[in-house]
């Protein structure tokens, strides 16, 4: 070991290193040159690993197969820029076709040095299709974002030597030649597992258990029954919204709490977070220590950036390991959100909330007829929608996917002809509604189809009070938030369009009309139309209900919380989150 020299000042290379560590990675075949040079000092000087010199890179290739054949352990290769990693091509392709774990680490120096006549810079974003399992670029870690995720990438890459049957693996390392060797203990980075049904399963840890659902297909009773007898062995919840998809006895709509500015709800802090599902929309800010996210897709999903392992398998099975269905069902936790959720509710003034979104989600969802299906607009409706609770038989989707609003009506009417016997709800926008308002003439239309229209003229998400457009004022509806078009809340054009389409037409511009067609709308069983319910609504007043949602409930350290933050920006939520006990 060199007295003189340690590990590089180079985050993303103690990153590596870190990592290489805790994965059992040693195993390194080094060929010579200057772009690696923080790379290849640091693994020498810690005698942990097993350092191997080979000048030629198309023979070190070819070197880390034979090792890793004989083995059964995965090998580095560390080369330079320029043409070297190029003579790893054929070793690669060696690997590739004999799912051999190979990790070539080609060090490179910033990309957007590419095509500009610099020497020894060449472009290796795009690799061939069989020379690797997985390429990631790794750029300098330099703030908490690119450390965190450089830190998903680099557990990416070395999980995907062993994954599937394995093979090789690419990472493009950038380096800024530092001299700076003077780091004596290697921090320690953050590993993330990968656990196969046939693996064994690590403990569960001590405290508090959460459960998060995203944007979840309709769980069967089978996968719900497994998902309670977890909840009941450890005293877990469930959190989700209108598109979790889960109805069982644990779950808490927990949107109106975490949207709280000026309060610091304990309740979403837990020690363990089980992340389930898919893209969700209602951005709730749960406050893990850890995260498991469990899915068959086995992907590293990092959303709340704690995330340790991935069980790649489906949730039944995970969820019925863990389950003791012996042991006595818990639900205090549940308990204490539940009282929480009541008392937030009861703070719930009708006659605080202007007409709005908010308003009429406020009257209308808990009165959805049952066995119904809820479609949710993105953004400004999905939020308000989920301050509110829906019966335990109705099932609600959002287009969370892609996130637009481009079809979100059109996939609300697919929906629909899945089953004519039921009734289909949806809540869309003016600007959503009209950009996707052809789908109205389809003639496979049926009479299930409920659409509410909540026109209030403009894009309203970007005049809310949270949103940085609102800083632009009235000069947002210009182009922000683009006011005025299809009609500027005309109240002839959708009635024309709807009635000659053979639609039901209702129409509200203040809370007494709307509460008058409120029942016609919410019929159960068919009627002899579609029907389009079509409620005017202000910006302003749609942001001023929000606002006081928002602020139903009002705690010292949420004060806080809310007067440090204006007064740090960005960077100081870390400090915020530290102070306030996470």
Same mark, same amino acid.
């Given at each position: 070991?060199?007295?003189?020299?340690?590990?590089?000042?180079?985050?993303?290379?103690?990153?590596?290193?870190?990592?290489?560590?805790?994965?059992?990675?040693?195993?390194?075949?080094?060929?010579?040159?200057?772009?690696?040079?923080?790379?290849?000092?640091?693994?020498?000087?810690?005698?942990?690993?097993?350092?191997?010199?080979?000048?030629?890179?198309?023979?070190?290739?070819?070197?880390?197969?034979?090792?890793?054949?004989?083995?059964?352990?995965?090998?580095?290769?560390?080369?330079?820029?320029?043409?070297?990693?190029?003579?790893?091509?054929?070793?690669?392709?060696?690997?590739?076709?004999?799912?051999?774990?190979?990790?070539?680490?080609?060090?490179?120096?910033?990309?957007?040095?590419?095509?500009?006549?610099?020497?020894?810079?060449?472009?290796?974003?795009?690799?061939?299709?069989?020379?690797?399992?997985?390429?990631?670029?790794?750029?300098?870690?330099?703030?908490?974002?690119?450390?965190?995720?450089?830190?998903?990438?680099?557990?990416?890459?070395?999980?995907?030597?062993?994954?599937?049957?394995?093979?090789?693996?690419?990472?493009?390392?950038?380096?800024?030649?530092?001299?700076?060797?003077?780091?004596?203990?290697?921090?320690?980075?953050?590993?993330?597992?990968?656990?196969?049904?046939?693996?064994?399963?690590?403990?569960?840890?001590?405290?508090?258990?959460?459960?998060?659902?995203?944007?979840?297909?309709?769980?069967?009773?089978?996968?719900?029954?497994?998902?309670?007898?977890?909840?009941?062995?450890?005293?877990?919840?469930?959190?989700?919204?209108?598109?979790?998809?889960?109805?069982?006895?644990?779950?808490?709509?927990?949107?109106?709490?975490?949207?709280?500015?000026?309060?610091?709800?304990?309740?979403?802090?837990?020690?363990?977070?089980?992340?389930?599902?898919?893209?969700?929309?209602?951005?709730?800010?749960?406050?893990?220590?850890?995260?498991?996210?469990?899915?068959?897709?086995?992907?590293?999903?990092?959303?709340?950036?704690?995330?340790?392992?991935?069980?790649?398998?489906?949730?039944?099975?995970?969820?019925?390991?863990?389950?003791?269905?012996?042991?006595?069902?818990?639900?205090?936790?549940?308990?204490?959100?539940?009282?929480?959720?009541?008392?937030?509710?009861?703070?719930?003034?009708?006659?605080?909330?202007?007409?709005?979104?908010?308003?009429?989600?406020?009257?209308?969802?808990?009165?959805?007829?049952?066995?119904?299906?809820?479609?949710? #607009?993105?953004?400004?409706?999905?939020?308000?929608?989920? !301050?509110?609770?829906?019966?335990?038989?109705? $099932?609600?989707? @959002? %287009? /969370?996917?892609?996130?637009?609003?481009?079809?979100?009506?059109?996939?609300?009417?697919?929906?629909?002809?899945?089953?004519?016997?039921?009734?289909?709800?949806?809540?869309?926008?003016?600007?959503?509604?009209?950009?996707?308002?052809?789908?109205?003439?389809?003639?496979?239309?049926?009479?299930?189809?409920?659409?509410?229209?909540?026109?209030?003229?403009?894009?309203?998400?970007?005049?809310?009070?949270?949103?940085?457009?609102?800083?632009?004022?009235?000069?947002?509806?210009?182009?922000?938030?683009?006011?005025?078009?299809? #009609?500027?809340?005309?109240?002839?054009?959708?009635?024309? !369009?709807?009635?000659?389409?053979?639609?039901? $037409?209702?129409? @509200? %511009? /203040?809370?007494?009309?709307?509460?008058?067609?409120?029942?016609?709308?919410?019929?159960?069983?068919?009627?002899?139309?579609?029907?389009?319910?079509?409620?005017?609504?202000?910006?302003?007043?749609?942001?001023?209900?929000?606002?006081?949602?928002?602020?139903?409930?009002?705690?010292?350290?949420?004060?806080?919380?809310?007067?440090?933050?204006?007064?740090?920006?960005?960077?100081?939520?870390?400090?915020?989150?530290?102070?306030?006990?996470?």
């Amino acid at each position: 070991m060199d007295k003189n020299h340690f590990y590089t000042s180079e985050r993303s290379i103690q990153i590596l290193i870190s990592l290489l560590k805790q994965y059992g990675i040693k195993k390194v075949v080094a060929s010579p040159g200057a772009t690696n040079i923080t790379l290849v000092a640091s693994l020498q000087q810690d005698d942990w690993f097993e350092m191997y010199s080979s000048v030629d890179e198309r023979s070190a290739a070819y070197i880390a197969c034979g090792m890793a054949a004989e083995s059964g352990e995965p090998v580095v290769l560390t080369c330079t820029g320029a043409t070297a990693s190029r003579n790893y091509i054929p070793g690669l392709t060696e690997a590739y076709y004999r799912k051999l774990p190979v990790l070539a680490v080609t060090s490179t120096q910033d990309i957007t040095r590419i095509g500009h006549m610099i020497a020894q810079v060449i472009d290796r974003r795009v690799i061939q299709n069989d020379i690797a399992l997985l390429s990631e670029h790794i750029p300098v870690t330099t703030d908490a974002t690119t450390e965190w995720s450089n830190t998903v990438k680099l557990n990416r890459a070395l999980l995907e030597l062993r994954h599937r049957g394995g093979g090789p693996v690419h990472i493009n390392l950038t380096t800024t030649y530092s001299l700076d060797y003077s780091v004596k203990k290697l921090p320690q980075a953050r590993m993330i597992r990968r656990i196969m049904p046939q693996d064994i399963f690590p403990e569960l840890p001590k405290g508090r258990i959460g459960v998060f659902i995203g944007a979840h297909r309709k769980f069967t009773d089978t996968e719900a029954a497994s998902l309670d007898a977890f909840c009941a062995t450890y005293d877990a919840v469930v959190f989700t919204d209108h598109t979790g998809g889960y109805k069982g006895k644990y779950r808490v709509p927990v949107s109106i709490l975490s949207s709280q500015e000026k309060d610091y709800c304990s309740l979403m802090r837990v020690d363990l977070l089980i992340h389930i599902g898919d893209v969700f929309g209602g951005y709730i800010g749960m406050r893990p220590n850890m995260v498991w996210r469990v899915n068959p897709d086995g992907e590293l999903r990092d959303t709340y950036r704690k995330l340790v392992c991935v069980f790649e398998m489906e949730e039944e099975t995970f969820f019925e390991h863990y389950a003791d269905t012996t042991s006595p069902a818990r639900h205090d936790y549940m308990d204490a959100c539940r009282e929480e959720l009541r008392a937030i509710w009861a703070k719930v003034s009708e006659s605080t909330l202007p007409f709005s979104n908010v308003w009429i989600a406020h009257k209308m969802a808990s009165s959805i007829p049952g066995d119904s299906v809820l479609f949710l #607009g993105i953004l400004n409706t999905l939020r308000t929608w989920n !301050y509110f609770d829906i019966p335990d038989s109705v $099932y609600g989707y @959002a %287009n /969370t996917g892609g996130f637009g609003i481009d079809g979100y009506i059109s996939s609300f009417m697919g929906a629909s002809l899945v089953h004519p016997d039921k009734l289909y709800f949806c809540v869309a926008g003016d600007l959503a509604f009209f950009y996707d308002m052809n789908v109205l003439g389809n003639r496979h239309v049926g009479r299930n189809v409920r659409i509410l229209l909540v026109n209030n003229g403009k894009g309203t998400e970007f005049r809310n009070y949270m949103h940085p457009g609102a800083a632009f004022g009235e000069e947002a509806d210009k182009y922000i938030a683009a006011a005025g078009h299809y #009609g500027n809340k005309s109240h002839e054009l959708v009635r024309h !369009y709807a009635e000659d389409l053979g639609y039901e $037409y209702l129409s @509200a %511009n /203040t809370k007494e009309e709307y509460l008058k067609h409120l029942d016609r709308f919410l019929t159960p069983g068919l009627t002899d139309h579609p029907m389009l319910f079509e409620v005017f609504t202000d910006s302003k007043d749609e942001s001023d209900a929000i606002r006081v949602m928002n602020n139903l409930n009002v705690s010292a350290k949420g004060v806080l919380k809310e007067a440090v933050k204006s007064v740090v920006g960005e960077k100081g939520k870390e400090v915020i989150k530290k102070m306030l006990g996470k």
